[in-house]
């Protein structure tokens, strides 16, 4: 079984600049979630979708983040305008649904903001 | 306070020792736990959860869960240089709610 597949692995922006990610989650995966981990820190939720719904959002910079899973597969993660305290690694995982006690995490994005 | 501490480490243990990974959390309404392993540059793996209290073995891991002091360990058994990675413990508050993850210890084990 393919895992979850995370793009571009790497990203150089400036600050102010805007920048997107990609996650394919794993097939039949109905749950999918992205995290914002800083370095040093543990991975912080910034937003979780059950099929194309979101579930919960609470800790997403809305101001300045988006993210949307059209027809619950694929999802992109949008930042605009990008800050220097945006540089962290932004990892997608999935789960078959929310009940589940697994999560499969993507190789990640490493943002760096210049 | 935050809502899943760790100490930071680095904790060194020699091969072949057992090594001990504490984590608290301060939801005292959570109800499932979660070991991941992060080994340096790469994207976590789930190592075992647990959601009752006592202990719950996989080969050389066990998860310890004490909700009344809302504390969960894991050991690791025959420690392995393979084993030198970061462990984030996870809290999760509802069956489908999100997962708080501390910021991880740091295990070096010395050959």
């Known amino acids: 079984e393919a895992g979850v597949a995370q793009s571009p692995r790497y990203k150089i922006i400036e600050k102010r600049q805007s920048v997107a990610f990609w996650c394919n989650p794993i097939?039949?995966?109905?749950?999918l979630y992205w995290y914002q981990q800083i370095l040093g820190q543990g991975p912080k939720l910034l937003i979780q979708f059950q099929n194309n719904g979101v579930v919960d959002d609470s800790q997403l910079p809305k101001d300045r983040f988006s993210a949307e899973r059209l027809k619950g597969v694929d999802s992109t993660l949008k930042i605009q305008p990008a800050k220097l305290e945006d540089s962290a690694v932004y990892l997608c995982?999935?789960?078959?649904?929310?009940?589940?006690?697994?999560?499969?995490f993507g190789p990640g994005t490493r943002l760096t903001v210049t | 306070q935050k809502e899943v501490e760790q100490n930071s480490g680095p904790l060194s243990v020699p091969e072949g020792a057992i090594a001990s990974l504490n984590c608290t959390y301060s939801?005292?309404?959570?109800?499932?736990f979660f070991w991941y392993r992060q080994y340096s540059g790469k994207s976590p793996e789930l190592i075992m959860f647990?959601?009752?209290?006592g202990d719950k073995e996989d080969g050389r891991f066990t998860a310890q869960l004490n909700k009344a002091s809302q504390y969960v360990s894991l050991l690791i058994r025959d420690s392995q240089p393979s084993d030198s990675a970061t462990y984030l413990c996870a809290v999760r508050n509802t069956n489908a709610g999100k997962s708080t993850f501390g910021d991880g210890t740091t295990l070096t084990v010395k050959p």
């Open positions: 647990i959601y009752s209290n």
């Open positions: 995982a999935s789960s078959p649904d929310a009940r589940s006690y697994e999560q499969y």
């Open positions: 097939s039949g995966h109905a749950t």
């Open positions: 939801d005292r309404g959570s109800q499932s």
